[in-house]
């Protein structure tokens, strides 16, 4: 979508996701110092899940537009690290999102979408980043990561109930 209302709604829902995600951030960081971000991966799923349904690929501008506020905030220690990890992610959901047509079958596409984001994406980002941020080996890397796998599909219900909920506002998306 390239008209200006879309354009428009795909910053607005950037804005949300930044401020949802600079108190996820901040509330990961107290909890478990700034090496685990367990509310943040489900915000910020949910966020991308959402943009990706309704905005294909372009959904990497909502979570780099967080990452970047998060960033300059100093939200948690691997506030940098989100930068270029949310361009990429947003592509690939958005890519895959885009050719499943997520919106025509909402629950089942929605669970499909998370589950390639749990099982591919998921690991990846996570692996990349404790191999980055923290220099663990590999294999605890992808120890680590874990969790993050089954804390994505509580990203699913928040995402297809909020894609009903921009819907039912009739924002013409």
Known sequence: MTDTRSIVMLLMLGVAT??????????????????GFYVGHVTISTMTLAAAIFFGPM??????????????????????????????????????????NVRTDLWKKTLVLAAFQAIIITPIDYAGLYLILLKLPLGAALVASLPYVGLTFLAVPLTVGLVKAIEAAKLGL
């Open 18 to 35: 930044t401020g949802i995600q600079q108190i996820a951030e901040r509330l990961d960081t107290v909890l478990t110092g700034g090496t």
């Open 59 to 100: 959904a990497w501008v909502v979570g780099t537009l967080s990452s970047t506020i998060g960033a300059l905030t100093a939200t948690s220690p691997a506030a940098w690290y989100w930068i270029p990890d949310n361009i990429w992610i947003g592509l690939a959901i958005g890519a895959v999102a885009y050719t499943l």
